[in-house]
């Protein structure tokens, strides 16, 4: 089933179904507001989650002023700053991460990739995107609603999200929260089969599964398990809506609030942990693998190299993805559920180290007697790495349940999934923006631009990050307004945390600077032509730049070897594209 | 080049920060060094993990950097390579996994010889119960909660009628006697953190949870919610004192029953006034 090496082929399997060119949009309204074409969509996906992205960076600026600054600014009270937490954690993790990865590099990358025309469900793909724009302006409304968005934490944890000591909470917040999510997992599901069915049925001639770019591979696989994820948080979100609702009492004991005894009784406020992290978990992988698989692809088109173990890099995303559904009590060591359960979620979610060291292994294998081009998108690659491993490593503290005892609810685990599922991806996200630029416009990113946002984005991220775990280790725990000067304090915090601020301030304001970039390189970027980066994967090779709707001209490309074959032996070029027919031991004779 | 640079500049700003910067956790006062022990192991492995993977990173950029008529070697797998990799790996993550396990069977286990206190949470305050002089905890739930009764204590249970009520956020323990802490609330989620003792668990309402430990030195330690449970999360705080036996008898002795809770609470004057 495996045919990794470049290897004579040219019995090809014949077409199973019928090339169909999509129909064209004839009206303008068609082509550019209600399209259907996956590549349009995927820019309104992005630029969608960027511009709600925005605001959750702005949030995070709020929220970083009073950590770093506590009393100087008056208009952040307690309940403001747990509103800014909130929704800071909630846009990125869904509305941003979850978004861009899927609904955006999916919607653009997967057709392209894998010599299809189009997603195999236009029109819903298009009603996935409309949704998810109506997702993302309810909880924009909430920010407008008496009471204000929730401050329930992105946790969302019952019963104090729907009590009224909670901002939000007892107001219209937490129902406009909940909607919301319910909104973008009908949205997602719709594109997330799409993907899916995608990748399984309309590969062209010759793609088969382990011909794909482990790009395809880390999106299909985050997909897949979006799919069976996100239900247990819809009908998380539905049964707490009920419960503050309709007077129901899924998550909600008997409870004495002010004094007052509520009408609730019953209910179990672990049972909403468990289903919430039940997606919580695989969440965090449904936004790791498609970085892992879009990291895989710019180290091994930059540094001019086959990814090192293309086979075991496969197995490694499956294998990642299925135990990712086995480990996601890890997040609730000390929320009281069965004791006994932390050996278990232990040993799982330390066996999930295994395959994802192997990812490292075999991206700094691929440098390896490589050719490194030190672009744009290798800097983002070595980005990642650093911080991946970084933040992977301290996932090793917190998965061991009895560590995780006196860092859980500290700094530390903000420290944590900020490294790792926040601070690597974005970096996996930015990387792949300057190398896939060139074929979305044509043109190429200011150069001097990216540099500059490269390394303050870079070094800044990782000096709000890396102190970060220090300021847990030390015991603040999160979600604190203000710690104040408690005695266990070994040394004031106060110093590192205007220091953490001071670097966050200025990561935040560089971002203008590549969004500004973005906007600039579209009319004054140099001109890209086709495969500037002399890449072997279908997307560089097709007969427009940026590709029309219908992504090839009258014939589909015909894939004759896998995706990485650079600097073959013998080849004329230092790459041989995944279309080219040519044939290594017969002296490079076209077929 | 410079990233390489940059990269072995990372390694070494790391480990000197965590080396040298005066951020460390708080001295330990409680049975579990182990789990400080353990921690530490930790460090050590993923700290040397981190090092060898960036540096050597550093090195293949440097190493392999781009130069004209320099060429990759096409290399697209090496199966022994790749399972040695997996097998020193997975010892790596037993290292650490196995203390891990041990540790954590001793932290599940209470001590018979344990005393009991409940550890009480509200929005925004602690509240503590102790044994009566027969020495077992009455029951207890929210649906008893009321004006006298602040702690939801069974009226109708014999045990609970000599139990020890303490209000205010500060309670006393005895020094080198294992306590095991039953942690209830009767509102939303809390958990009782006090660093020094490094063990904390959530507060669920609706069920009982525990942990338990041995503390280990005399001294008054901040206890903190660790669990978000609204606005004023950050200013639960409490404090626990460690004294020694005698001490703590004494104070055992100022404490109000549940009976007389109930007795002086009929006058809402006094109570508020406490308050």
Same mark, same amino acid.
């Given at each position: 089933?495996?045919?990794?090496?470049?290897?004579?082929?040219?019995?090809?399997?014949?077409?199973?179904v019928?090339?169909?060119?999509?129909?064209?949009?004839?009206?303008?309204?068609?082509?550019?507001?209600?399209?259907?074409?996956?590549?349009?969509?995927?820019?309104?996906?992005?630029?969608?989650?960027?511009?709600?992205?925005?605001?959750?960076?702005?949030?995070?600026?709020?929220?970083?002023?009073?950590?770093?600054f506590?009393?100087?600014?008056?208009?952040?009270?307690?309940?403001?700053?747990?509103?800014?937490?909130?929704?800071?954690?909630?846009?990125?993790?869904?509305?941003?991460?979850?978004?861009?990865?899927?609904?955006?590099?999916?919607?653009?990358?997967?057709?392209?990739m894998?010599?299809?025309?189009?997603?195999?469900?236009?029109?819903v793909? +298009?009603?996935?995107?409309?949704i998810?724009?109506?997702?993302?302006?309810?909880?924009?409304?909430?920010?407008?609603?008496?009471g204000?968005?929730?401050?329930?934490?992105?946790?969302?944890s019952?019963?104090?999200?729907?009590?009224?000591?909670?901002?939000?909470?007892?107001?219209?917040?937490?129902?406009?929260?909940?909607?919301?999510?319910?909104?973008?997992?009908?949205?997602?599901?719709?594109?997330?089969?799409?993907?899916a069915?995608?990748?399984?049925?309309?590969?062209?001639?010759?793609?088969?599964?382990?011909?794909?770019?482990l790009?395809?591979?880390?999106?299909?696989?985050?997909t897949?398990?979006?799919?069976l994820?996100?239900?247990?948080?819809?009908?998380?979100?539905?049964?707490?809506?009920?419960?503050?609702l309709?007077?129901?009492?899924?998550?909600?004991?008997?409870?004495?609030?002010?004094g007052?005894?509520?009408?609730?009784?019953?209910?179990?406020?672990?049972?909403?942990?468990?289903?919430?992290?039940?997606?919580?978990?695989?969440?965090?992988?449904?936004?790791?693998?498609?970085?892992f698989?879009?990291?895989?692809?710019?180290?091994?088109?930059?540094?001019?190299?086959?990814?090192?173990?293309?086979?075991?890099?496969?197995?490694?995303?499956?294998?990642?993805?299925?135990?990712?559904?086995?480990?996601?009590?890890?997040?609730?060591?000390?929320?009281?559920?069965?004791?006994?359960?932390?050996?278990?979620?232990?040993t799982?979610?330390?066996?999930?180290?295994?395959?994802?060291?192997?990812?490292?292994y075999?991206?700094?294998?691929?440098?390896?007697?490589?050719? &490194?081009?030190?672009?744009?998108?290798?800097?983002?690659?070595l980005?990642?790495i650093?911080?991946?491993?970084?933040?992977?490593?301290?996932?090793?503290?917190?998965?061991?349940?009895?560590?995780?005892?006196?860092?859980?609810?500290? +700094?530390?685990?903000?420290?944590?999934?900020?490294?790792?599922m926040?601070?690597?991806p &974005?970096?996996?996200?930015?990387?792949?923006?300057?190398?896939?630029?060139?074929?979305?416009?044509?043109? +190429?990113?200011?150069?001097?631009?990216?540099?500059?946002?490269?390394?303050?984005?870079?070094?800044?991220?990782?000096?709000?990050?890396?102190?970060?775990?220090?300021?847990?280790?030390?015991?603040?725990?999160?979600?604190?307004?203000? &710690?104040?000067?408690?005695?266990?304090?070994?040394?004031?915090?106060d110093?590192?945390?205007?220091?953490?601020?001071?670097?966050?301030?200025?990561?935040?304001?560089?971002?203008?600077?590549?969004?500004?970039?973005?906007?600039?390189?579209?009319?004054?970027?140099?001109?890209?032509?086709?495969?500037?980066?002399?890449?072997?994967?279908?997307?560089?090779?097709?007969?427009?730049?940026?590709?029309?709707?219908?992504?090839?001209?009258?014939?589909?490309?015909?894939?004759?070897?896998?995706?990485?074959?650079?600097?073959?032996?013998?080849?004329p070029?230092?790459?041989?594209?995944?279309?080219?027919?040519?044939?290594?031991?017969?002296?490079?004779?076209?077929? | 080049?410079?990233?390489?640079?940059?990269?072995?500049?990372?390694?070494?700003?790391?480990?000197?920060?965590?080396?040298?910067?005066?951020w460390?956790?708080?001295?330990?006062?409680?049975?579990?060094?182990?789990?400080?022990?353990?921690?530490?192991?930790?460090?050590?492995?993923?700290?040397?993990?981190?090092?060898?993977?960036?540096?050597?990173?550093?090195?293949?950029?440097?190493?392999?950097?781009?130069?004209?008529?320099?060429?990759?070697?096409?290399?697209?797998?090496?199966?022994?390579?790749?399972?040695?990799?997996?097998?020193?790996?997975?010892?790596?993550?037993?290292?650490?996994?196995?203390?891990?396990?041990?540790?954590?069977?001793?932290?599940?286990?209470?001590?018979?010889?344990?005393?009991?206190?409940?550890?009480?949470?509200?929005?925004?305050n602690?509240?503590?119960?102790?044994?009566g002089?027969?020495?077992?905890?009455?029951?207890?739930?929210?649906?008893?909660?009321?004006?006298?009764?602040p702690?939801?204590?069974?009226?109708?249970?014999?045990?609970?009628?000599?139990?020890?009520?303490?209000?205010?956020?500060?309670?006393?323990?005895?020094?080198?006697?294992?306590?095991?802490?039953l942690?209830?609330?009767?509102?939303?989620?809390?958990?009782?953190?006090?660093?020094?003792?490094?063990?904390?668990?959530?507060?669920?309402?609706?069920?009982?949870?525990?942990?338990?430990?041995?503390?280990?030195?005399?001294?008054?330690?901040?206890?903190?919610?660790?669990?978000?449970?609204?606005?004023?999360?950050?200013?639960?705080?409490?404090?626990?004192?460690?004294?020694?036996?005698?001490?703590?008898?004494?104070?055992?002795?100022?404490?109000?029953?549940?009976?007389?809770?109930?007795?002086?609470?009929?006058?809402?004057?006094?109570?508020?006034?406490?308050?």
């Open positions: 089933m495996t045919d990794i090496l470049p290897e004579h082929d040219s019995n090809l399997p014949p077409r199973e019928a090339d169909v060119m999509p129909p064209h949009a004839h009206s303008w309204i068609g082509k550019y507001v209600f399209s259907q074409d996956a590549k349009y969509i995927a820019i309104q996906y992005s630029g969608t989650a960027a511009a709600i992205g925005l605001v959750a960076l702005v949030l995070s600026w709020l929220m970083r002023l009073q950590l770093g506590p009393g100087l600014f008056d208009f952040i009270t307690p309940e403001a700053y747990y509103q800014f937490v909130t929704m800071h954690g909630m846009i990125m993790v869904i509305y941003l991460l979850t978004a861009i990865f899927l609904g955006g590099f999916g919607n653009y990358l997967i057709p392209l894998v010599g299809a025309r189009d997603m195999v469900f236009p029109f793909n +298009m009603l996935s995107y409309w998810y724009l109506l997702a993302v302006l309810v909880l924009v409304a909430s920010f407008f609603v008496p204000g968005p929730t401050g329930a934490g992105w946790t969302l019952p019963p104090q999200a729907v009590l009224s000591g909670t901002p939000g909470g007892a107001q219209s917040g937490i129902i406009l929260m909940l909607v919301s999510l319910i909104l973008f997992i009908i949205g997602f599901t719709m594109g997330g089969l799409n993907y069915v995608t990748v399984l049925q309309a590969r062209t001639r010759g793609m088969t599964m382990m011909r794909l770019p790009t395809v591979w880390g999106i299909f696989t985050a897949v398990m979006a799919l994820a996100f239900p247990a948080l819809f009908v998380a979100c539905v049964m707490m809506l009920f419960d503050r309709l007077g129901t009492s899924f998550f909600m004991p008997t409870l004495v609030e002010l007052e005894k509520l009408s609730y009784g019953g209910g179990s406020p672990i049972a909403f942990q468990h289903l919430f992290w039940f997606f919580g978990h695989p969440e965090v992988y449904i936004v790791a693998l498609p970085a698989g879009i990291v895989s692809d710019l180290i091994a088109v930059h540094a001019r190299k086959n990814v090192f173990g293309y086979r075991m890099m496969v197995w490694a995303i499956v294998i990642i993805g299925a135990l990712s559904f086995i480990v996601w009590a890890h997040h609730m060591y000390v929320s009281g559920m069965h004791p006994w359960f932390g050996f278990f979620f232990a799982t979610t330390l066996i999930i180290a295994i395959p994802t060291a192997i990812k490292v075999n991206w700094i294998l691929t440098l390896w007697k490589g050719d &490194i081009h030190l672009t744009l998108p290798m800097l983002f690659a980005g990642f650093v911080t991946f491993v970084n933040g992977g490593l301290t996932g090793l503290f917190l998965g061991n349940v009895v560590v995780d005892v006196p860092l859980s609810d500290t +700094m530390f685990v903000v420290a944590h999934f900020h490294m790792v926040g601070v690597a &974005i970096m996996v996200i930015f990387g792949a923006i300057y190398h896939w630029y060139p074929k979305i416009t044509g043109r +190429m990113l200011n150069e001097a631009m990216g540099q500059i946002h490269f390394w303050v984005t870079f070094i800044g991220a990782y000096a709000v990050f890396f102190p970060m775990h220090y300021v847990g280790l030390v015991g603040v725990p999160r979600r604190y307004f203000e &710690i104040g000067e408690p005695a266990f304090l070994t040394a004031p915090v110093g590192l945390n205007a220091f953490i601020s001071s670097a966050a301030l200025i990561v935040g304001a560089v971002q203008v600077l590549f969004l500004f970039n973005i906007f600039w390189s579209l009319r004054h970027g140099l001109a890209a032509g086709g495969n500037p980066w002399r890449a072997t994967s279908l997307e560089w090779q097709t007969p427009e730049t940026p590709p029309r709707h219908g992504n090839w001209g009258d014939d589909l490309p015909n894939v004759y070897r896998w995706a990485y074959d650079y600097s073959v032996p013998g080849a070029k230092d790459y041989v594209a995944q279309n080219d027919p040519w044939v290594p031991d017969s002296g490079g004779r076209r077929l | 080049m410079l990233i390489a640079v940059v990269l072995v500049l990372i390694v070494a700003g790391s480990v000197a920060f965590h080396l040298y910067s005066p460390w956790w708080t001295p330990i006062a409680s049975n579990w060094d182990y789990i400080d022990n353990t921690l530490v192991i930790t460090f050590w492995i993923t700290g040397a993990v981190f090092a060898a993977v960036v540096l050597f990173t550093a090195y293949c950029v440097w190493k392999f950097r781009h130069r004209p008529g320099h060429k990759a070697e096409f290399d697209p797998e090496n199966k022994r390579l790749e399972w040695w990799l997996t097998a020193v790996t997975a010892v790596g993550v037993a290292a650490m996994l196995v203390p891990g396990l041990f540790v954590w069977k001793q932290f599940v286990t209470v001590p018979a010889n344990a005393s009991e206190l409940e550890v009480f949470g509200q929005q925004w602690w509240a503590y119960r102790l044994p002089a027969d020495g077992v905890l009455g029951t207890a739930d929210a649906e008893w909660v009321s004006g006298e009764n702690l939801g204590v069974n009226p109708h249970d014999r045990f609970g009628k000599d139990d020890l009520i303490i209000e205010g956020g500060e309670v006393y323990l005895p020094v080198d006697q294992p306590v095991k802490l942690l209830r609330s009767i509102d939303v989620l809390h958990n009782f953190y006090v660093p020094e003792f490094r063990a904390k668990m959530d507060m669920v309402p609706g069920m009982v949870t525990y942990i338990w430990f041995t503390p280990t030195r005399t001294g008054n330690f901040e206890a903190l919610c660790a669990e978000y449970c609204g606005t004023a999360h950050p200013f639960m705080r409490g404090f626990v004192t460690v004294v020694e036996a005698a001490e703590y008898q004494e104070w055992l002795q100022e404490q109000l029953t549940f009976e007389d809770y109930a007795r002086t609470a009929s006058e809402p004057a006094t109570r508020l006034a406490e308050r």
